[in-house]
């Protein structure tokens, strides 16, 4: 044997028994490159606030998966917890399609989305008095990322948002003493004028034809109509119960339901005379002044106008009510639904943390949100079907509709109604553009998962890697825990 094969034959042995040492050297030493080269990536995310990712994951657990060219019409209710946003498939099941942190952990105050521009605006921050000021986030519901925040030198509250989209009506929040809304270009969270309303500005609502702005100030025992032409209240309505808490009006402008501190139960007054109908008191249920100072701290009319569903927290239940004979005939209790304990605490809450209750009908109507309770509620069955635990630390909710990759309609916190012909007794389209028929298909929006933006945020603000993070993984339902 000559010495070329011998060293030949020596080689081929040592590699043979070396085999899988040299193997796993190999791949150990590719692993070590790659975190590293991960690491660095991570590093330079960090260090660059002005890109923050685009906060967006695609549904999994067995979702389809999102469609931007579809025509089909895809509905989703957007949950509001302090300092997060949930969003669920509400045509699968109310499946959790993904979970994004933002910079309100402040504490959520209301929340508004305008179809036609494509944003979505979070008030966040001091109601007022001791709570102190309050700040406004912009985001984009497309690019699916922050757009700016704007901080005031006041408080704010549950606003209200123009049809167009243009212009945004905030209440300076329910512990100020004075009764100012302010009224904000949407487009860069400038004021641009103000409404002079009732004490405690705490709710508001903008009409579907954007003529009319209503002014709920919670130590006013008067629910005041502004002209949002010349932002000046044209109508009280009242004397109320007591100072305004939640409440909601029909289409045509012609029936308002409130709610009132002190009041388990309701009120019916005209619009068009200003005066209250019925006083409404909730059969069968008592109250011992405990708890919420709003027993029924929310109320929701049916799109088609026939029903109103009205919060009890003290008893952890929602009332539906009959309200097709108003004005001519008062409400008739119909139903009297047990939803999940109110008792206690939001969790993971900034201040204002009682479980006072909220309630927002779905825009075709098959669907009642409760808001501190999580129950969702089936209206054809009356009976909650199905209970979503960030619900149950929040009462800011609504829901947004997409289509073609791009949002179509949304809902505002109230629940309104939709019927704009008083002589039809189902919900039409109007000519509002952010209002549109009840189509029964559905579109999944067009999420992009772990994006780098390719645009900078405006310097309203100076956000840090910290303030805006990456997407949490979807969990099951049934399994999420806020916070």
């Known amino acids: 044997m000559n010495e070329f094969t011998r060293n030949m034959l020596v080689r081929t042995i040592f590699l043979s028994r070396n085999r899988p040492r040299i193997v796993g050297l190999v791949v150990l030493v590719i692993l070590i490159l790659l975190t590293v080269l991960g690491v660095n990536k991570l590093q330079q995310f960090k260090g660059n606030a002005t890109y923050p990712p685009v906060l967006a994951r695609t549904a999994t ?66 109601d007022g008095g001791s709570n102190g000021n309050g700040s406004l986030l912009k985001y984009d519901l497309v690019a699916d990322q922050p757009v700016w925040t704007k901080s005031y030198s006041h408080g704010i509250d549950s606003m209200a948002i123009s049809p167009d989209g243009k212009t945004i009506y905030m209440p300076d929040g329910e512990l100020t003493p004075d009764g100012t809304w302010y009224v904000i270009d949407a487009n860069s969270g400038n004021e641009t004028g103000t409404i002079n309303g009732g004490r405690g500005p705490h709710n508001t609502i903008v009409s579907l034809n954007g003529a009319h702005v209503y002014l709920g100030g919670r130590n006013h025992n008067y629910l005041e109509v502004a002209d949002t032409r010349t932002n000046q209240v044209i109508k009280n309505i009242g004397p109320l119960f007591s100072g305004v808490r939640p409440f909601t009006i029909n289409g045509s402008e012609t029936i308002a339901y409130t709610t009132s501190t002190g009041l388990l139960g309701f009120q019916v007054s005209d619009i068009k005379t200003g005066q209250v109908l019925y006083t409404v008191h909730i059969k069968g249920f008592s109250w011992n002044g405990r708890g919420p100072s709003a027993p029924s701290h929310g109320i929701s009319l049916s799109p088609d106008e026939k029903e109103l569903y009205v919060m009890d927290s003290p008893n952890s239940y929602v009332h539906v009510f009959d309200v097709s004979g108003v004005p001519a005939s008062a409400p008739v209790q119909v139903a009297d639904i047990k939803v999940t304990s109110m008792a206690g605490n939001e969790s993971d809450c900034a201040y204002d943390c009682l479980k006072d209750g909220w309630i927002q009908h779905s825009k075709d109507g098959r669907f009642v949100y409760v808001g501190d309770s999580g129950d969702v ?16 630390n929040t009462r800011k909710m609504l829901e947004i509709d997409w289509q073609n990759g791009v949002p179509i309609f949304t809902t505002s916190r109230s629940g309104l109604g939709y019927v704009t012909n008083p002589g039809s007794s189902t919900p039409t389209s109007t000519s509002n553009p952010t209002i549109s028929a009840f189509p029964t298909d559905t579109v999944t929006p067009n999420f992009i998962a772990f994006q780098p933006a390719d645009i900078s945020i405006p310097t309203f603000f100076s956000l840090s890697a910290s303030d805006i993070l990456a997407t949490e993984p979807c969990r099951s339902v049934h399994n999420i825990r806020p916070g």
Do not use: Q
């Open 61 to 126: 657990g067995g979702t389809n998966a999102p469609t931007a060219g579809s025509s089909i019409i895809r509905h989703y209710e957007y949950v509001f917890p302090d300092g997060r946003m949930y969003v669920y498939d509400m045509d699968k099941g109310h499946e959790l399609v993904k979970t994004i942190r933002l910079p309100t952990t402040a504490g959520v105050r209301g929340v508004v989305a305008s179809p036609i521009t494509h944003m979505l605006y979070i008030s966040y921050g001091g």
């Open 377 to 392: 509620i089936d209206t054809a069955t009356r009976k909650s079907v199905i209970t979503l635990p960030t619900l149950s």
